[in-house]
């Protein structure tokens, strides 16, 4: 039988910590064990790029689409890993009893999600980065980085904006209490537009380009677009400088929507009882 | 504030909005809890008895800090659900029957270790306690399957180790043997029944609506029925409160159609409480009767009915019989949507 004497526990920043890896594992040990993500997550993106490569081919665009095309489709990864892997997994994580355990459990709850975010993260780089890698070699992609400590700095700002965006919407589609994959597939394909993953979002006029700026990938997108194809021609939105002030705005901004968020869900579920509810 | 309670309710009340569109007259309420009153001892293993729809969650779930009463107060350890909310849930743990918790394509230590890390385990501890635990409740073998491919009686084995992995101070077990086969069953009512000898100062509140498991496990219990208590005591104690009656289980020939309310058997002076079964092609009813001799007259109103006596039993009085006594049916219907309406439970 177990030992009499008392567990020592974790508090605070010690918990805090335990907790958001505890929480990441699932994700990145899932990416070892389910081998179907290398076709459905690779495989289908690296198809959707293609078509996008060859029609700007077909129409004698400059070489540098290729590229913007390439790292849009590599980056569309991380869009659709916010959307269906954070965002809904708050909801999803409730229709499968795990959300009780979650809010009984000492462990906070924005610690679970700064989890499954930084899971998502190391999860969806690694596809990333595969897209990015057989898209250049099939499509003969060069680079020239402009800068590289501020394309990691660019990089890392619209992670941390367009997860803390996640990590607000996952409190926001549980309390609406909708199916979440109706509204993760109401957002999908209307981002892939705004954004710009397969053009130029200057293209898209300001008015419109700036609205899209809400979405941090648009931004980070357009920065490192620039920062990596810095011999061709300008094509970005707004200075780099800008745009990286702007997503670090954003990320504060989205950061503590989630925190605040999460504490009113929180709240809501306890007084109303919507945290142990279970709709079918 | 006592230190040896582990649980104090005081007039717990808890009243459900209902959402959705709704027809006119269609109540907007639901009550789940009704001035509930409850003390559980350091130490004790207590058990909430009631029908589905009695409630029984609804106190869990406000207890393990999930659910706001909408009146009263309830202590867990003295620190109160509403306001100290964090180091209750430092001390508490919760397993539920028929959980589906986890993720499926983690490994059953994998699953344990990520929970144990919530409550704050560091790495060797939890890893120690996951393999003893294992062992305790017999799956140690199953260690490294995914709990996606294990069974329904083994994955509950596997939240029992959740459940207990974190070494709590009060653990609430909500119907933890539903679904379970009797071997399963069996088991976790032994893995409970041990912890509790082991640990002598840990308390348990079991919700179940199974008497014999009540009546098994629990050193006191609460009756409880539409989101009132009705009462609270030994299994022994409350068994005895139906001494002084006489308890029967007739096996009949069929009654024919029910008769009007006052040719009903429950109208024949000194039946206290009655259920009848209807069952291929006889009728088996259970009677508490005020005293033995009353039994002449519930055999002449068989007669009367064009019944006849296929088999008779006097026994001694079970929980299921306390049951009765007080609520005036049998514990196997489901009260959750009860025609009643405003008045049921979650």
Redesign the interface.
């Known amino acids: 039988m177990l030992p009499a004497e008392r567990v020592q526990k974790a508090t605070g920043l010690r918990l805090f910590w335990y907790t958001i890896w505890a929480r990441a594992y699932p994700r990145i040990i899932g990416s070892t064990r389910e081998k179907s993500w290398l076709f459905f997550e690779t495989v289908l993106p690296l198809m959707g790029t293609a078509s996008y490569v060859f029609v700007y081919r077909a129409i004698g665009a400059p070489e540098a689409y290729t590229g913007f095309v390439v790292l849009g489709g590599a980056m569309t990864a991380f869009w659709l890993n916010v959307l269906w892997a954070m965002a809904s997994q708050l909801y999803w994580d409730k229709d499968g009893g795990n959300l009780e355990l979650y809010v009984v459990s000492p462990g906070p709850l924005m610690a679970i999600l700064l989890g499954m975010a930084v899971g998502g993260i190391l999860m969806t780089a690694t596809r990333a980065v595969i897209i990015l890698g057989v898209c250049s070699f099939l499509f003969n992609v060069s680079y020239q980085i402009a800068s590289l400590p501020l394309l990691i700095l660019i990089f890392v700002a619209t992670m941390a904006a367009l997860y803390g965006m996640g990590m607000m919407f996952a409190s926001i589609f549980l309390a609406a209490g909708r199916e979440a994959w109706h509204i993760s597939n109401l957002l999908q394909e209307p981002i892939y537009l705004a954004s710009g993953f397969y053009f130029p979002v200057k293209a898209m006029g300001f008015w419109i380009a700036t609205f899209a700026s809400v979405i941090p990938l648009t931004l980070g997108l357009d920065a490192m677009r620039q920062l990596i194809f810095a011999g061709d021609p300008t094509l970005g939105f707004l200075s780099v400088e800008v745009e990286l002030i702007i997503l670090l705005v954003l990320s504060v901004v989205f950061i503590y929507g989630a925190i605040k968020m999460l504490a009113k869900l929180e709240e809501i579920g306890r007084r109303e009882g919507r945290l142990i509810e279970r709709r079918r | 504030m006592d230190m040896n309670l582990a649980i104090e309710t005081n007039d717990l009340g808890r009243v459900?909005?209902l959402r959705g569109p709704k027809r006119k007259g269609d109540a907007k309420q639901l009550v789940a809890l009704d001035g509930v009153n409850l003390e559980v001892r350091r130490g004790e293993l207590f058990g909430l008895l009631g029908p589905n729809g009695a409630g029984k969650t609804t106190i869990i779930?406000i207890l393990?800090?999930?659910?706001?009463p909408t009146s009263g107060s309830a202590l867990v350890e003295g620190l109160d659900v509403t306001r100290d909310v964090?180091e209750i849930?430092?001390r508490?743990?919760?397993v539920?029957g028929g959980?589906?918790?986890?993720?499926g394509?983690?490994t059953v230590e994998?699953n344990l270790?990520?929970?144990a890390?919530?409550?704050?385990?560091?790495n060797a501890?939890a890893r120690k306690?996951i393999d003893?635990?294992l062992e305790?409740v017999g799956i140690a073998d199953r260690k490294r399957t995914?709990i996606s491919d294990l069974s329904t009686g083994l994955r509950q084995k596997m939240n029992f180790v959740?459940g207990?992995i974190?070494?709590p101070n009060v653990v609430f077990l909500d119907e933890p043997t539903l679904g379970l086969d009797v071997t399963a069953a069996r088991d976790v009512r032994g893995f409970v029944k041990?912890w509790m000898h082991?640990?002598p100062d840990r308390t348990v509140l079991l919700t179940t609506h199974y008497m014999a498991e009540a009546d098994e496990l629990c050193d006191r219990l609460a009756i409880i029925d539409r989101g009132k208590l009705l009462a609270c005591d030994t299994p022994e104690n409350l068994k005895h409160r139906l001494q002084r009656e006489a308890i029967f289980n007739l096996k009949v020939g069929p009654l024919g159609p029910k008769p009007s309310r006052d040719a009903m058997i429950e109208a024949v002076p000194g039946v206290r409480q009655a259920t009848i079964v209807e069952q291929n092609g006889h009728t088996e009813l259970n009677l508490i009767l005020a005293q033995e001799d009353v039994l002449s007259n519930v055999l002449a109103h068989l007669t009367r009915r064009g019944s006849s006596l296929i088999s008779l039993e006097k026994r001694e009085p079970t929980l299921e019989d306390v049951f009765i006594d007080l609520v005036g049916r049998r514990l196997d219907v489901d009260t959750s949507h009860h025609a009643e309406g405003e008045h049921a439970a979650?």
Do not use: P
């Not at chain 2, 393990?64 to 706001?68: E, F, I, V």
């Not at chain 2, 959980?99 to 993720?103: L, N, P």
């Not at chain 2, 890390?117 to 560091?122: E, P, V, W």
């Open positions: 459900y909005r779930k393990a800090t999930l659910l706001l964090q849930r430092r508490i743990s919760m539920s959980e589906t918790s986890g993720y394509l983690l994998e270790w990520m929970f890390r919530f409550y704050g385990l560091d501890t306690r003893a635990l305790v995914k959740r207990f974190s070494d041990q082991d640990h979650g």
